[in-house]
């Protein structure tokens, strides 16, 4: 198995135009359950992937071009990470 | 790591007693180590080894012409339908893991059964389900009761939509009973033609042994074991983190790689990892076979770091095949296996020894002679006595039950009783109709499939100039009946799966079981054991059905108490021609209704209301003893209205049983769904009163369910034909009514009752939505306006 | 006529695709293998239902990386004919070949039951065969069918004629009630601007025999398989 020394944190989220009925969901079971004055829910992703090494820079453009070609899909969703 | 010392607390541990401790060291002559305890603890639960059950299975009948591969043979039993082409089919239960977790619970409970299936080398076409809650109506328990179904249908789906199967039918009851112990039985059919048909046996010495799938992780350890076990607290608790994970990505892989393998001739023998895993399938590989088996466990692909033999022996991870593969053709299986990105392994070779040898980087960790391991767990006779409650039943009378003051809202609240009402909050979740197949969804009494050429498994298709085929399935059981009448209500879930067959112009085939039971240590609860099981055998021999498989469940109660006794049948019948395929709705207006059976039964005591529905919804009463089953009587039904539907002379035929005739001539007036939001309604005009002086009261005329009763509809043309025949035939049949207008009317003496069908379908279609909260709310919101 | 029907690891309607074309309609056809990358001698390409890679990621994520679509790419470059159905309308979206993408259903439930559809665009060539005014009754079966894409794209859509389907009742009328997943402007179906790349989330080809309950979705295959004609008699 490969070393891990850094992971890559990647959350994905619905863009706020788009209809997420999962967030509305547990929005509702939120309120539902005694939790008021909540705001909007939004229901994502997180990924974690682990990288050898310690230049996080020389990662941040790979992780970023996955990222918007195949980890996220911009016509829905909206994407940040960190690498630590 | 040093194992753990034998000791008797460890032992006990491992659920078994001193006396089965003392036959392993007989078979082994010296005490077992800790992996070969786990082994044989595994092997020698009821769930592998059906020691409480066995002297009653062999009661059931299991051989016909027709059958190709009997009960406990192979995992799943073969039937012929003719032209050379075979079904493969049974139903297991996955009913404690679904307690624990139900999505997960239930979705490996679907990849199980497909991957018995597909080891028999037949390409699976269709599951059904068989499923049983506590209420999911108002608050306290209920809410839970409410969780384990949604989680339950969800994995269902998740696995047979993902997996590409139709899930094309299915029940599902709600029973104070199962509460805390909900019940998850699958189905699976698959079709093959006869040369197809692959052995689980470890032939040939010197054959190599590889392992494909994924990699073995602490999943499910000793699953086996742990559904062999009363459910408790305690033990659900500890249970959850060691739950198995379903893939049916992978399973899908693993499915079309095995088929086209088998296609190749290089497969010896195949066998899935299901319960107890690798030790389950290595030891009834070679046993089987008659011969050895030797595996290495550093060669079997791991997820978890540093498990140790006893775990990976135990482990009960999904998706994963055990292959004996022909000496020479190793590169065929490399070959297919890595076409579809599929890990595999070659772990061990067969051998000529009888034993199960494991080790682990060459040293022995297990060594049992894999026969005595697989076939000789001991066999207990329990003890039997019947219960004590059952007293009380039989002396219920219907003198204190107040008459229905309003008969038109009891068929109102009935039909909205989850237990009757529509079930299509379940089945608008599961894919029904992928694969082409499915000529008859789920709404109607039995489900049709229909089998062409490429529902075969790859390798047959190019030989098979055959006409389709069309079967059909139910899945069946009463258990309300079951409890009040062990024997009983045993014979009347196989007549009524048998009802639904010939409803739908079908002839029974073979039947599969799953007997979901308490615990039978208890005398009480193993007499409903022994009583249904003779129930079932008679009845499945009486309709030429014989029992090729199936499962057993026992333990299954909860702190609160047993649950009823649910001998759940399945029974899959053929339909010669395409054009005899009927459905339950009534077709056209201006049709005659028509009732064949007795309308009473005058024998009848409780005139039908024993365990009725209505006795339960109205009354709230779960008591008396359960109408009769007069398995001639109703062979005799089945073979007339088959008869009928063969001349063409049927337009629908609907099996009258809970809710009685009221309840069953609404379903024929609303269950036709045309699309979305879109029923066919079609009332009826209907006039009973000819019953009404045997029936003595109202509510038992409208809402008895007296046995061996069909609805059905002809033109106006034919209906002196059926009625006649059907007299010439010894079989009762009244012309009841016409088929028309946009309400359901049923006149019995003075009283009328009238339905408006648009009202009487929300109330049925609607009521698990509004039990479940999501009636019309999330799916109608709007979209968010970008 | 010659269909090539893709087969991703875990498509699972690719059998009844390629029956409904070789079985039903009597054309010939094939099962491709995602890793092949040629499509040389096809005249159509059909993008079959399932859950490609297990759906994991997102609905058609992986799928649209996988060798055949360079080559799919190329076929509808060169105008050939592409039909994505369900799971395959989810990859073309991915790909980028269609506009827009398809989100979990409102209900948050699977969804299996027939729907209505009304035809919009007539002018394309799986819908030549469908008459006007003419209401199909065809299956869908999918978790994730929502159609999203911003407004600019909708009015694009609309404006270049490009909507082929949308939900609706019995009677034609885009309700509420009839859309089964919350799809904007209850589109069911779209189509590219050159016209000759198509997505549906409905399954015509389980609506392709009588026996199967309904014969309407064949309309769809015969309506490419007329357009293929045409266009091979122009070309030569």
Request: proline share 5%; glycine share 10%; hydrophobic share 40%.
């Amino acid at each position: 198995m490969r070393r891990a020394d850094m992971k890559a944190k990647i959350i994905v989220t619905p863009k706020k135009a788009v209809l997420d009925p999962q967030g509305k969901t547990v929005q509702n079971a939120l309120e539902q359950m005694g939790y008021q004055g909540i705001g909007a829910v939004h229901v994502g992703k997180y990924l974690e992937i682990e990288l050898p090494g310690a230049d996080a820079e020389a990662w941040r453009k790979q992780i970023d071009d996955a990222c918007h070609k195949i980890l996220s899909n911009p016509v829905i969703e909206e994407y940040r990470f960190v690498i630590e | 790591m040093s194992d753990p010392a034998i000791t008797p607390e460890l032992v006990n541990k491992h659920n078994l007693t001193p006396e089965e401790f003392d036959k392993i060291k007989g078979i082994l002559g010296r005490e077992p180590n800790y992996t070969e305890l786990g082994i044989f603890s595994v092997m020698w639960s009821e769930h592998c080894s059906y020691k409480n059950t066995r002297p009653l299975l062999k009661t059931f009948p299991v051989k016909s012409p027709r059958i190709l591969v009997g009960a406990g043979e192979e995992n799943a039993g073969i039937v012929d339908i003719g032209d050379g082409l075979a079904i493969a089919f049974k139903i297991e239960s996955h009913n404690h893991p679904s307690a624990v977790e139900p999505f997960q619970g239930a979705a490996t409970g679907v990849g199980g059964i497909i991957r018995d299936i597909f080891t028999m080398g037949a390409r699976p076409v269709c599951v059904l389900n068989s499923l049983r809650f506590g209420p999911i109506e108002g608050n306290g328990n209920a809410a839970n009761n409410r969780r384990l179904f949604g989680g339950v249908v969800s994995g269902i789906a998740h696995y047979g939509n993902c997996f590409g199967i139709p899930t094309i039918a299915g029940e599902v009851y709600f029973d104070p009973s199962y509460e805390g112990n909900p019940l998850v039985n699958a189905f699976c059919l698959g079709v093959l033609r006869h040369e197809q048909i692959a052995r689980g046996a470890a032939r040939g010495e010197g054959n190599p042994v590889f392992y494909v799938g994924p990699a073995t992780g602490r999943d499910g350890l000793a699953g086996a074991a742990f559904a062999s076990k009363d459910l408790t607290e305690e033990s659900a608790g500890q249970q959850r983190g060691a739950v198995q994970v379903g893939d049916p990505f992978m399973e899908k892989l693993v499915c079309e790689a095995c088929l086209e393998l088998l296609a190749t001739d290089a497969v010896a023998g195949i066998q899935d990892m299901g319960a107890a895993g690798l030790t389950c399938s290595t030891c009834e590989t070679a046993a089987r076979a008659g011969t050895g088996i030797e595996i290495e466990l550093s060669l079997v692909p791991q997820r978890a770091a540093g498990m140790t033999p006893y775990e990976i022996m135990l482990s009960e991870s999904q998706e994963r095949m055990l292959i004996i593969v022909r000496s020479g053709r190793e590169d065929e299986v490399k070959r297919i296996f890595d076409k579809w990105d599929l890990p595999w392994a070659r772990i061990g070779q067969v051998t000529d020894t009888g034993r199960m040898v494991v080790k682990h980087h060459g040293g022995v960790v297990a060594d049992i002679p894999a026969k005595k391991l697989a076939d000789e767990a001991p066999v207990y006779h329990r003890a039997a006595s019947e219960p004590a409650y059952l007293k009380a039943v039989r002396e219920f009378s219907l003198a204190p039950v107040p008459v229905s003051s309003d008969p038109a809202a009891d068929l109102k609240h009935l039909i909205a009783w989850p237990g009757l009402a529509s079930k299509n909050w379940v089945y608008r979740q599961f894919d029904h109709m992928v694969r082409d197949g499915s000529v008859v969804c789920p709404g109607s009494d039995a489900a049709v499939i229909r089998i062409k050429a490429d529902s075969l498994p790859i390798g047959a298709a190019a030989a098979s100039a055959v006409a389709d085929k069309y079967i059909a399935l139910t899945v069946d059981c009463n258990a309300a009946y079951v409890y009040l009448d062990p024997y009983e209500g045993a014979k009347i879930a196989v007549a009524e799966a048998a009802r639904n067959l010939a409803c739908a112009g079908a002839v029974p085939l073979g039947a599969t079981d799953n007997l979901n039971f308490a615990n039978p240590h208890n005398p009480e609860l193993f007499w409903q054991l022994q009583e249904s099981v003779r129930g079932l055998a008679e009845a499945c021999r009486f309709f030429n059905a014989p029992v090729t498989g199936g499962n057993c469940s026992l333990y299954n109660q909860s702190p609160n108490g047993p649950i009823d006794p649910t001998p759940t049948v399945a029974l899959a019948g053929l339909i010669e021609k395409p054009e005899h395929i009927t459905t339950q709705w009534f077709k056209d207006e201006g049709d005659a209704v028509i009732l064949l059976g007795d309308a009473v039964d005058e024998q009848d005591p409780l005139r039908g209301l024993g365990g009725s529905a209505w006795l339960q919804c109205a009354r709230g009463l779960k008591t008396g003893s359960p109408p009769r089953c007069d398995l001639e009587k109703e062979r005799q039904l089945h073979n007339a209205l088959r008869g009928f539907i063969e001349c063409g002379l049927i337009k629908s035929a609907h099996d009258c049983s809970d809710g009685g005739l009221a309840a069953a001539l609404a379903e024929c007036c609303i269950s036709q769904q045309i699309a979305r939001d879109t029923p066919r309604l079609i009332g009826a005009r209907v006039d009973l009163s000819f019953g009404l002086a045997a029936a003595g009261r109202l509510d038992a005329l409208l809402f008895g369910e007296a046995q061996s009763r069909v609805i059905v509809s002809t033109a106006p043309k034919d209906i002196v034909k059926v009625v006649e025949r059907a007299k010439i035939l010894g079989l009762g049949a009244a012309h009841i009514g016409t088929v028309g207008g946009a309400e359901l009317a049923i006149k019995a003496g003075d009283w009328e009752g009238k339905w408006a069908l648009n009202e009487l379908h929300d109330l049925w279609w609607n009521a698990i939505a509004r039990a479940m909260g999501d009636h019309k709310t999330i799916e109608t919101e709007k979209a968010r306006n970008p | 006529m010659n269909f090539a029907v893709l087969q991703f690891p875990a498509s699972n309607c690719d059998q009844d695709a390629l029956h409904v074309v070789q079985n039903v309609l009597g054309h010939t056809g094939r099962l491709v293998w995602h890793k092949e990358n040629s499509l040389a001698g096809m005249d159509a390409v059909i993008i079959p239902g399932g859950f490609s890679y297990g759906d994991y990621l997102r609905t058609g994520a992986i799928a649209r990386f996988s060798p055949i679509m360079q080559a799919v790419r190329e076929f509808a470059a060169k105008g050939g004919p592409v039909l994505g159905i369900c799971n395959g309308f989810q990859i073309l979206c991915e790909a980028g070949l269609l506009p827009g993408a398809l989100v979990r259903n409102r209900s948050l439930q699977f969804r299996c039951e027939h729907i209505f559809l009304k035809t919009v665009a007539r002018q394309s060539p799986f819908t030549g065969k469908i008459e006007e005014g003419k209401i199909l009754r065809v299956p869908i079966a999918h978790g994730e069918g929502c159609y999203f894409a911003d407004e600019a794209t909708l009015a694009q859509l609309e404006k270049e004629d490009r909507i082929l389907w949308q939900y609706c009742d019995a009677g034609g009328q885009l309700t509420e009630a009839a859309n089964p997943n919350g799809s904007l402007r209850n589109i069911a179906g779209i189509c590219n601007e050159a016209r000759n790349v198509a997505g549906l989330m409905p399954h015509p080809e389980r609506a392709s025999e009588a026996i199967l309950g309904s014969a309407d979705g064949r309309l769809i295959f015969e309506g490419l398989a007329s357009w293929l004609q045409g266009r091979m008699a122009q070309a030569a």
